[in-house]
């Protein structure tokens, strides 16, 4: 399986008179954690590996469970296929975002735009699973639609996740115990 490597620590700036700044750091797109030495910061960059990576391997096992009541939908329902465009799009943007949460980007950003991405196939599967929850309402396919919900709300939990990922630090200094 591709992983996400965070892997970007930013060197401290010893002459600013900022103190935050004068410690290692690492942005991750809403928090800045701020650590006393390297070793610390490569330790807590092992942990948010794996917690991002996990994310990452959850959120593909959803997108494979929702794109299965999709194909039932779309077999069942031919119309929905093919007058709904929005979802083969959806579907589109969710693969082009998969890989562009693996694929390392530019070195300073790397971290941020690696965190943006999974946030972004968060936000597509809840918008893809919306719409079929939508068509299933209409139709009055109530078993479907509440195992689609469930889904759902697995999914506003891992954005919530993702919304707070790094938070817990942030603005905080790290030493060395």
Known sequence: MKKIKLN???I????SVLIKKRKHHVYLGTATNYYSNRT???RKLVELNKQINNILLEINNIYINIFIEYRKVAIIYNEFYNRDTRCSDLILYIE???VKATIPG???N??????TNVRKIIEFLIEFTNIIIEYLVKKRHFVECNSLKSILARLEI???EMENFGNELENEIIEDK
């Open 110 to 115: 790397r971290n941020f735009f690696y965190v």
């Open 12 to 15: 401290p700036d010893k002459e």
């Open 8 to 10: 970007n620590i930013q």
């Open 106 to 108: 530019s070195y300073e």
């Open 40 to 42: 610390i910061a490569k």
């Open 158 to 160: 891992l954005k919530l």
């Open 96 to 98: 082009k975002f998969f």
